[in-house]
């Protein structure tokens, strides 16, 4: 029986410190650690090169760990079909946020439970946040990424693209990125 464990983080801007210092303490070795960082939970988990790796080196009686369930995947389909598709060739998945051990009629429940909570909260969630940007929006708020260059900057590369400058020396001028220089003569 080897001990394996699971950790994925959904942006860049997230580290896996965290679910690693959790996972080597619960006594796994941090060589058996498989990872994907910046891989969304929507991604299906044969997708995500840490998981699928994981998948592959798995072997009955192994067991493997998570920090919580949803590392495993966004929704609860795919985090049970990846939890019965382990368990079904004998391995134990267990997570040590929610205490769930997949070898059991109980675990299997609460990870059912679980998985269709996380469901709920993230739709929650993505409701809260359109509710948000229909709001923002309509208090005249601009969204997205701050522009590059000022209205008054704008309008300075529209006349120079007028008087008959490339978008290349527009973009040299300005000291943007020539995509930025076309966005601009084109407004």
Known sequence: ?????????????????????????AGVPKKLVRTDMAVSGTTKG?????LSTLLGELQPGDQLFVVRFDRLGRDAADVLA??????????????????????????????????????????????KQASGIKSAKARGKRLGRPSKLTDAQ??????????????NEVATLLGVSLSTARRAVAQ
Request: charged letters at 20%; one cysteine or more.
């Open 82 to 127: 990846v939890v019965d598709a382990l368990h079904s060739k004998g391995v134990v998945v267990r997570s040590l946020t929610e205490g769930v051990d997949s070898s059991t009629k109980e675990g299997r429940l609460v990870l059912g439970i679980l998985s269709n909570l996380a469901q709920y909260e993230r739709a929650q969630m993505r409701e």
């Open 1 to 25: 029986m080897t001990i394996y464990a699971y950790a994925r983080c959904s942006s860049a801007s997230q580290t896996l410190d965290s679910q690693l210092d959790q996972l080597i303490d």
């Open 154 to 167: 704008r309008a300075h590369a529209r006349k120079l693209s007028a008087a008959g400058a490339s978008h």
């Open 46 to 50: 044969a997708s995500r090169p840490g």
